[in-house]
């Protein structure tokens, strides 16, 4: 996986943090005291799990 610009990161944690404030299901183990969307989208970017693809479609 390549690295993702501020920008790309910023948009892949806040559609995801939507998602979840909308009742999708979370693929990691969130502690009872979190309940951000934004924190657990953070949680769920850096283990590696979110289930969003960038494409890069300057340089395909």
Same mark, same amino acid.
């Given at each position: 996986?390549?690295?993702?610009?501020?920008?790309?990161?910023?948009?892949?944690?806040?559609?995801?943090?939507?998602? @979840?404030?909308?009742?999708?299901p979370?693929?990691?183990?969130? #502690?009872? %005291? !979190?309940? *951000?969307?934004?924190? @657990?989208?953070?949680?769920?970017?850096?283990?590696?799990?979110? #289930?969003? %693809? !960038?494409? *890069?479609?300057?340089?395909?």
């Amino acid at each position: 996986m390549r690295e993702h610009s501020r920008f790309e990161k910023a948009r892949v944690i806040g559609a995801r943090a939507l998602q @979840i404030s909308m009742g999708a299901p979370v693929d990691i183990k969130v #502690p009872k %005291d !979190i309940i *951000d969307p934004v924190l @657990i989208a953070q949680m769920e970017y850096d283990q590696g799990v979110i #289930p969003i %693809d !960038i494409v *890069d479609r300057e340089n395909k």
